[in-house]
């Protein structure tokens, strides 16, 4: 995968009861009320995918300032902000609609097929990168499958939202269920019952496949859920069948671990987990009563909090109300003598607890863990604001990074720079960060994305054939 709390016993049960009762359940109405720092927030980083997005053809880039090439699951993300931004009155829906019909038909339109240039996809997937203004492939990346999900993924989002009798609405929804059905699912899956993470037209298939807890299940339930090209339910057995291997209690409360917080978050963002499970949930569930997949990663934020706090590797800045580690940038890769103790930093990178942790918070990783943890969010947003401010918090939100050990450099820096009184801070907003806190806060507020996709006929018949039973997911 390249993409890129202080809470035990009952408290974590508590959270849990707290994120359902916010976030509301079975289409119950909107009862989220929120601080005025989260809304601040969460226009201030939409305001970032207006700003960016190539409004000829819909690409969202990578990353902003730094020029970029386009992030399809950024490209994703947008998709699903644009809605959002019509709900909270940021944007009018015409705008919406016209953004969102642009990238749509860019995508429908955009050249497939085996050559390593000139193309935007092959067996109607898409490449990781795009260039932002051809959409052609970009250097040697890799054609993903799980970039592809979630950029599909925003389009049948809007294909839901969008459900007005305009002619430009009925396209939206002709178009991306015609993007979707044309995915070959069933071609990726090289080995027995497991998809690849991807191809590339140099070499082939890369070695690893979707087999490990993380974001991937987004990409397993709309394989499964294909009407034109699926993967058998067996997927989702093999899926399952390494569950034990990452369930651990270890940083804090006992749940399915994966190290970065994204892997929590990114499926989340589109499937409403609670109340329904599949046959290793149920069973699980009959263990430990109440246990659902939310409810896991619940544990995995209630986790990172409590890491936060134990902050084994004595980095500066780590407390109960700083915390946050997942996939994003980083100061570079080298080593640094630091108050006598060599330390070692890398550049982009997944970290987490345990795992090249280098001191680098991302303020994604709590943001976006929202519905997790709205409490625990919200002093979080306001203790890095408080402690490091500008430095760190400017017109489109949270830059991507920071870390408060990094307070002096000699060497050179593969990203950012050095604030007085803060540290290291990125220079960048990375597309695939910002989403998520735009789309896992209305999650919380609204329910509009969940509510949206619980309706929607491809996840829902992928939910049920990889055996999802129970909550709204009997009465879709």
């Known amino acids: 995968m390249d993409r890129r709390r202080f809470l035990m016993g009952s408290t974590v049960a508590g959270v849990a009861a707290l994120g359902l009762a916010a976030c509301g359940v079975r289409g119950a109405a909107p009862v989220a009320v929120l601080d005025p720092a989260i809304d601040e927030l969460q226009e201030r980083t939409f ?7 190539n409004r000829a053809n819909g690409l969202t880039p990578d990353r902003w300032p730094t020029e970029s090439f386009s992030s399809v699951a950024a490209v994703g993300f947008a998709l699903t902000c644009w809605p959002i931004g019509v709900e909270r009155g940021w944007i009018s829906r015409d705008e919406a609609r016209e953004r969102t019909l642009t990238t749509i038909r860019f995508f429908h339109d955009a050249p497939q097929g085996p050559e390593a240039t000139g193309v935007a996809g092959y067996k109607g997937f898409f490449y990781h990168f795009l260039d932002m203004r051809t959409g052609h492939r970009f250097g040697q990346t890799e054609l993903s499958t799980v970039d592809t999900s979630l950029l599909v993924a925003g389009m049948l989002f809007a294909a839901r939202w969008f459900d007005g009798d305009h002619a430009d609405e009925v396209e939206i929804r002709r178009l991306a ?32 496949d979707w087999h490990v807890y993380n974001e991937g299940m987004l990409v397993l339930l709309l394989a499964i859920g294909s009407a034109t090209h699926p993967v058998p339910a067996t997927v989702w057995d093999e899926w399952c069948g390494v569950y034990e291997q990452s369930w651990t209690d270890r940083w804090g409360p006992a749940h399915l671990a994966f190290a970065p917080l994204f892997g929590h978050q990114y499926s989340h963002m ?79 990178s997944a970290r987490g607890p345990g795992d090249r942790d280098d001191g680098t918070i991302a303020p994604t ?28 918090y400017t017109e489109y939100g949270f830059l991507d990074s920071f870390n408060p050990t990094l307070t ?49 006929p491809n996840l829902t018949r992928g939910l049920k054939r990889a055996g999802f039973t129970g909550g709204w997911l009997d009465d879709a």
């Open 408 to 456: 002096e450099r000699e060497g050179r820096l593969q990203h950012g720079r050095i604030v007085p009184n803060v540290g290291w801070v990125d220079g960048d907003y990375l597309g695939i960060d910002q989403g998520p806190i735009v789309i896992q806060i209305e999650n919380h507020r609204s329910d509009i994305v969940w509510k949206a996709m619980r309706g929607e």
């Open 270 to 348: 589109f499937v409403d987990y609670r109340g329904i499970r599949d046959a290793w949930m149920r069973a699980k569930a009959a263990e430990i009563g109440g246990f659902d997949y939310f409810e896991n990663s619940v544990r995995a934020v209630a986790a990172q909090r409590k890491y936060g706090v134990d902050n084994p590797m004595g980095w500066a800045g780590y407390s109960a109300d700083v915390w946050g580690l997942t996939a994003c940038d980083g100061p570079g890769d080298f080593k640094q003598v630091i108050g006598g103790r060599e330390r070692e930093f890398f550049s982009y």
């Open 365 to 392: 990783a709590a943001m976006a863990s929202m519905p997790f943890a709205p409490a625990e969010v919200t002093a979080c947003l306001k203790a890095m604001k408080a402690r490091y401010g500008a430095g760190i």
């Open 47 to 53: 305001r970032w995918f207006t700003h960016v997005t």
């Open 177 to 208: 269920q015609a993007v979707y059905d044309r995915i070959e699912w069933d071609w990726v899956m090289v080995r027995p019952n497991r998809i690849s993470m991807g191809w590339y037209p140099e070499t082939g298939f890369i070695e690893a």
